[in-house]
């Protein structure tokens, strides 16, 4: 099977998108992926990482503001997207492929648009509950358009919905608590994970920086933080600044971005993170304990209604941002810490969220809508 896969800008795209690649490989040996994105994106970094082909365009996301500074953006924009047709067209005729896989983001546009000029299979991933604009957009054309959420069918122009759940990626499958503790050198205390995305959340790496003051103060713990590609610089200063010297507290790490996820997240006791969908499938598949913090600039506050229905089945606590202080969320997870019979709890009722079988529905469904 010849593969395209548009994906990029966030891991809540890109790690799902990777997921599939690697199932498609498994399932149909020989296969040839290859990955679209944005020139610059993290996709640079996480698809080459992974040994996959990527082709990239100049292209971004439009703005919302219709200021005279936005609508000039956005007609710089428009024409960078006629040059990323252009080049998307060109690869299409190049490669040949059986099948084009938009997985969410303005990345992926390009590739799956220019498939369907082309009358080549087209499938799009949803995995959050509101869709994107990308989505709303090709999923009128898609052979197939899969979704996690059964809520997302009704906000989506298509006869071809499959419901199939979030891709999860392997390794999170298979990775086990006490063999992940030994290779990252965890001790005997418990593992704070903390996440906040890809590119990092501004005012959550602020309430980190006073959460890891806390946590230096006594080291009950051991801490991994996720800063995100927007905070490399200014976090580590804040910290030290907070009057903590990391040198001398290696339970205490600070890293750009978590590669080894499924490792770092398999030894964690507990989990801090966003509520985006794919971060709450790989959760529910793990059955780890998470306090949510649900971003707040997501159109109609679609993350806070994700943690909500985990919450209210007992396999979280959610704490909103504006209410979330250094002090609240460092006293919630050490108050969970230590109930051990609550966190063993909370590991069962959120992973009756995970959806098993998601990965062989989705290649179902793509395999299904390929040409003999």
């Known amino acids: 099977m010849r593969v395209l896969i548009g994906t990029g800008g966030t891991g809540g795209h890109i790690n799902p998108a990777l997921a599939i690649a690697k199932h498609i490989m498994t399932r149909c040996p020989g296969s040839e992926v290859v990955f679209c994105g944005a020139k610059g994106g993290l996709e640079e970094k996480l ?13 971004r996301g439009f703005r919302r ?7 000039s953006y956005n007609l710089k924009i428009l024409r960078k997207a006629g040059r990323a047709l252009s080049q998307a067209k060109r690869l299409v005729e190049e490669f040949r492929p059986d099948v084009a896989i938009g997985c969410g983001g303005y990345a992926s546009f390009p590739i799956v648009y220019a498939a369907q000029t082309k009358k080549i299979p087209t499938a799009i991933l949803e995995v959050n509950a509101l869709p994107g604009l990308t989505t709303k957009v090709l999923s009128h054309k898609a052979d197939a358009v899969m979704i996690s959420f059964e809520e997302t069918r009704k906000l989506i122009k ?72 927007y905070g490399y610089k200014w976090v580590p200063e804040e910290i030290a600044a907070h009057g903590v010297d990391l040198s001398k507290h290696p339970n205490i790490e600070v ?15 507990l989990i801090l ?26 159109a109609e506050n679609h993350q806070e209604k994700n943690a909500r229905a985990i919450e209210k089945e007992g396999g979280a606590v959610v704490i909103v941002e504006r209410d979330c202080t250094a002090e609240k969320l460092f006293s919630t997870a050490c108050e969970l810490l230590e109930d051990p019979a609550r966190l063993s709890e909370m590991s069962r009722n959120i992973a009756r969220f995970a959806v ?17």
């Open 273 to 298: 993170c966003r509520a985006g969908a794919a971060t709450l499938g790989e959760m529910a598949m793990m059955g780890k304990p998470i306090i949510i913090v649900p971003s707040p600039n997501v």
């Open 65 to 71: 503001s219709l200021n005279l500074k936005g609508i």
């Open 255 to 269: 890293r750009d971005y978590i590669y080894n996820a499924a490792e770092v997240y398999a030894a964690a006791d």
């Open 356 to 372: 098993p079988d998601a990965m062989d529905q989705i290649y179902a469904a793509i395999s299904g809508v390929v040409r003999n």
């Open 47 to 59: 698809v080459t990482r992974e040994g996959f082909r990527l082709e990239t365009f100049d292209i």
């Open 158 to 229: 298509s006869d071809k919905i499959i419901l199939t759940g979030s891709p999860v990626r392997e390794d999170i499958l298979f990775a086990k608590r006490d063999e992940a503790r030994r290779a990252l050198g965890i001790d005997s205390r418990p593992l704070i994970v903390s996440v906040w995305g890809s590119l990092g959340a501004e005012r959550m790496n602020h309430v980190m920086t006073e959460f890891i003051a806390m946590e230096a103060k006594e080291d009950r713990h051991n801490l991994i933080h996720a800063i995100g590609s």
